[in-house]
């Protein structure tokens, strides 16, 4: 096995990882590796994104001592991360819970949102740390996007589109969503606003208080429909705000919302460069025909974008989910 990974690796030679240190096998050969976990007698090697599991015997009694060692560290780190609490808006926050906390716009955000028909006045985040959360290691971000077709999916939200984050959630994402109290700050997917970028950057502000590193974690978003259409304008908020960001999942979308995003947050198409775009469309989607997904690749493209892939799965007007993790995988591969 250990073969294996050596081969798998022989081009990397000379590359540093992340905390990565040397690893010996028990016939002498050497790789640079980073240790994820240890399974019983198992160890879970990590290279360029790409795990590899090991058996302790295969490797030097030196390497079986710091795995052992590591595993109890990790267990008594998670033991103590257990009884950790953060706190947004004095609510607590705690790995492995959803929490929805409320607190004032500011001034300045209020009046952004004065020409909103609703006249918001709060601010709701709904937030979800993984398992064994530790701000103090890089985090992935996903923002759930709600789209607005009509006033009652307006008052639903992005909050409303919660069940999206699932699938993040379930891969150790910490999953992110906002809205005022009235629901969506934006009154349109398809139109300029105005309010929502000043809403937006307050929320990555408040959560940036919380975590200091927030804005260096990578983040990505992502909706289905008219909620694809609101992801662009999200994505542009978050560069503006000179977040990372790593990729949009467009699912059944129809629509590039990418130059009109940019010129509400007032960002370059350029920003959108290292940004993934994966488009996700179902084979028998009427509202997505082939003619207009090959449309969608080159608007994409003329908005900024560079990679850019593009999946079909069997279905109509609906989002998959196995697409989606896999977006998820490839956001953030490197």
Not at 24 to 33: L, R
Not at 159 to 187: L, Y
Request: negative net charge; glycine residues 10%.
């Amino acid at each position: 096995m250990l073969k294996v990974v050596l081969f798998a690796v022989s081009v990397m030679l000379g590359c540093s990882f992340l905390q990565a240190r040397t690893w010996t096998s028990t016939d002498g050969k050497e790789i640079e590796a980073e240790l994820v976990k240890v399974e019983g007698e198992i160890v879970v090697l990590s290279m360029r994104g790409k795990e590899y599991r090991v058996p302790l015997n295969k490797l030097s009694d030196e390497d079986r001592e710091f795995a052992e060692s590591w595993e109890g560290a990790s267990k008594d780190e998670e033991a103590g991360s257990a009884d950790t609490e953060w706190e947004l808006f004095g609510k607590v926050l705690k790995p492995g819970e959803v929490v929805e906390a409320e607190t004032d716009l500011d001034e300045k955000v209020a009046k952004a949102l004065s020409g909103n028909k609703l006249k918001p006045l709060k601010m709701k985040v709904k937030i979800e740390l993984p398992a064994g959360f530790d701000p103090a290691k890089p985090q992935h971000v996903f923002w759930c996007v709600g789209g607005i077709n009509n006033e009652d999916e307006r008052k639903r939200g992005n909050i409303g589109t919660w069940g999206r984050g699932k699938v993040p959630s379930s891969k150790g994402w910490v999953v992110v969503s906002a809205d005022t109290e009235h629901g969506n700050p934006r009154e349109s997917t398809v139109q300029l606003c105005e309010g929502d970028l000043e809403f937006h950057l307050q929320v990555i502000e408040e959560l940036s208080k919380v975590f200091p590193d927030f804005k260096s974690w990578k983040h990505a978003c992502g909706g289905h429909s008219s909620g694809a259409k609101g992801s662009f304008f999200r994505i542009a908020q978050l560069l503006e705000a000179e977040a990372t960001v790593v990729g949009g999942f467009f699912s059944g979308c129809n629509q590039c919302m990418g130059p009109m995003a940019a010129e509400e947050a007032g960002v370059r198409k350029s920003k959108f460069k290292p940004v993934k775009a994966y488009l996700s469309t179902g084979d028998q989607d009427n509202l997505v025909p082939a003619s207009t997904i090959k449309r969608m690749e080159g608007d994409l493209k003329d908005a900024g974008f560079r990679e850019i892939q593009s999946k079909i799965f069997p279905g109509g007007h609906v989002s998959s989910n196995e697409q989606f993790a896999e977006a998820l995988d490839w956001f953030v591969a490197e």
